[in-house]
């Protein structure tokens, strides 16, 4: 079964400071790969998804991610953060599976404050 | 206009009732789905539905039982609460379910919790 792991519960950037949020998936073959954001009291937000092509995506509100296929990441980075980026951070992944049985799997997420 | 929306956004309720939960999306979408996150945040799919048809659905025990009366809406009702249930339970809605899984759409959630 695949799996997404976060293996940072919790990072504190300063504000201005670069960030890079980390995220591996357990997988036979290259799933779909995302990152949401979730603010305080919000619903999720689609940041960047990866299906083929180009290994480095660039996603909403200055975010890009970079697959690695010889690590089975796909690490989130920014290169400088602003206070409302303070949010927590879900990575998922989705297999290639047959039409109509896609679902998204999530990781444990990351939770993001920013300091000034 | 909201594209994903959800009521009620809190619900507090004692073990032992019924309660149900409704999801709207006005995107037009064809696909709709039920996430659960419990209190340590962890994320997990509950139901999918396709046009009305379900597709996905995540051994989730029989007392949660999804309805969708047209493909714009995808109700959660929930019978006999047990304390596990409180979590905060998403809807989510995407184009199509098919093989390049569109963009999943959030609603912001109905914090459920059971007393």
């Known amino acids: 079964a695949q799996s997404v792991t976060q293996p940072d519960i919790h990072i504190t950037v300063s504000e201005g400071a670069s960030l890079e949020l980390r995220c591996n998936y357990s997988?036979?073959?290259?799933?779909?790969l995302f990152w949401y954001v979730q603010s305080p009291g919000q619903g999720l937000q689609l940041l960047l998804k990866?299906?083929?092509?180009?290994?480095l995506v660039q996603g909403i509100k200055g975010f890009e991610a970079e697959f690695k296929r010889s690590q089975s990441s796909f690490n989130l980075r920014k290169p400088s953060v602003h206070w409302s980026d303070a949010a927590e951070y879900f990575c998922?992944?989705?297999?290639?599976?047959?039409?109509?049985?896609?679902?998204?799997?999530f990781g444990t997420g990351t939770r993001l404050t920013i300091i000034p | 206009d909201t594209a994903v929306s959800q009521t009620p956004k809190y619900l507090v309720t004692q073990m032992g009732n019924d309660k149900s939960i409704k999801c709207e999306q006005n995107l037009g979408h064809d696909t709709m789905y039920w996430y659960k996150q419990d209190s340590k945040k962890f994320l997990k799919i509950m139901f999918s539905?396709?046009?009305?048809?379900?597709?996905i659905n995540e051994t989730v025990p029989n007392r949660f039982s999804p309805k969708s009366p047209d493909k714009a809406h995808l109700n959660l009702h929930i019978n006999s609460l047990e304390l596990g249930d409180s979590a905060v339970y998403f809807c989510?809605?995407?184009?199509?379910?098919?093989?390049?899984?569109?963009?999943?759409?959030f609603g912001p959630g109905t914090r459920l919790t059971v007393l």
């Open positions: 989510a809605s995407s184009q199509t379910s098919g093989p390049r899984l569109d963009t999943q759409y």
């Open positions: 990866y299906f083929s092509g180009d290994t």
């Open positions: 539905y396709n046009n009305k048809e379900l597709i």
């Open positions: 998922a992944s989705s297999p290639l599976s047959h039409f109509g049985n896609e679902k998204l799997t």
């Open positions: 997988y036979g073959a290259t799933p779909y």
